[in-house]
Nanobody, 121 residues
Framework: QVQLVESGGGLVQAGRSLRLSCAAS????????IGWYRQAPGKQRELVAA???????NYADSVKDRFTISRDNAKNTVYLQMNSLKPEDTAVYYC???????????????WGKGTLVTVSS
């Protein structure tokens, strides 16, 4: 089993930055990749960024050049640095343990409880 705990959300003005953290525990040796998802009110959950154990990354087009995903394997933690935030980035952000399959990120059923990011205009 894998447990994931997100932190770092909050209220921020447009144009500012936040850094989210995802701390993993449990069977962390089994984690191939970690993804950050977000879900805005009334919208489907979407993949924002993902990183493999080897450091491969991918991003949603809407956050490229603004968000950076990174990982500290010694701390079993993955970060999402979010710069130049926009009101449309407002959402609950979830951490997921997954894998890369078929050239893309595939979510496994391990989710954190989420952290709320609110960007005011």
């Amino acid at each position: 089993q894998v447990q994931l705990v997100e932190s770092g959300g909050g209220l921020v003005q447009a144009g500012r930055s936040l850094r989210l953290s995802c701390a993993a525990s449990g069977s962390t040796f089994s984690i191939d990749a970690i993804g950050w998802y977000r879900q805005a009110p009334g919208k489907q959950r979407e993949l924002v960024a993902a990183i493999s154990s080897a450091g491969r990354t991918n991003y949603a087009d809407s956050v490229k050049d603004r968000f950076t995903i990174s990982r500290d394997n010694a701390k079993n933690t993955v970060y999402l640095q979010m710069n130049s935030l926009k009101p449309e980035d407002t959402a609950v952000y979830y951490c997921n343990a997954g894998e890369y399959s078929g050239g893309g990120y595939y979510a496994l059923p391990y989710w954190g409880k989420g952290t709320l990011v609110t960007v005011s205009s």
